[in-house]
């Protein structure tokens, strides 16, 4: 499955860790296709700054459990993991020795669609969570910031089966975002697995 080892980014204050390809392309080709049909997208209404509008992405969680997740105000209610989303986790899992309960999915429909500057630093995460963030579809570009020095930034691009992991402190200290882009693209799905206590 694997097509390389692991690149760590080398972040002050984080423990960000990037497999570029970690599903081979007829695997993740195969994965896009079932997960843009069988994930059950929604999308909610974000109030952010006092105005209220539609989420720019769709998503859905995903657990082992009856747990919910909020975030931004934005409480969701888990569905059973399907046959695809178990697979993708347990290899994940094998790759790094974690546990995950949860899975929010994101799907990204154009390059209209993004997800602002944020940590996934909520209560229910634990002090330092781990997430595994797996893209499958079109590439995008993943921001970093600091947040105490805002001059240490870094970016990466996500491509079609790879895997981005971040553990430690990195939420503590640093937020990331999935901006909007004017080039055309297609769809990409995101699943951000994760562990709900």
């Keep these: 499955m694997l097509f390389q080892d692991a690149i760590n980014l080398n972040m002050k204050d984080a423990d960000v860790v990037y497999y570029d390809h970690f599903f081979n392309k007829n695997l993740s080709d195969h994965y896009f296709k079932l997960l843009l049909n069988s994930i059950e997208w929604q999308q909610d209404y974000i109030t952010v700054f006092g105005k ?25 209610q888990p569905k059973a993991f399907t046959k695809e989303l178990l697979e993708i986790k347990q290899a994940t899992e094998k790759e790094i020795n974690t546990n995950f309960t949860s899975c929010l999915a994101n799907l990204y429909r154009n390059g209209q669609d993004s997800n602002g500057w944020h940590a996934d630093d909520e209560k229910e995460l634990g002090s330092q969570p781990i997430i ?66």
């Design 52 to 76: 209220t509008y539609l989420q720019p992405r769709l998503t859905s969680l995903y657990a082992n459990n009856k747990l919910p997740y909020t975030y931004s105000n934005i409480t969701m």
């Design 132 to 197: 595994a963030s797996v893209t499958f579809g079109a590439e995008r570009i993943f921001h970093f910031k600091h947040k105490f020095e805002p001059q240490l930034k870094t970016k990466i691009i996500l491509n079609h089966g790879s895997l981005l992991i971040m553990k430690g402190d990195t939420q503590k200290f640093w937020q990331h975002q999935l901006p909007k882009t004017k080039k055309i693209i297609s769809e990409r799905i995101n699943l951000t697995f994760r562990i709900i206590a």
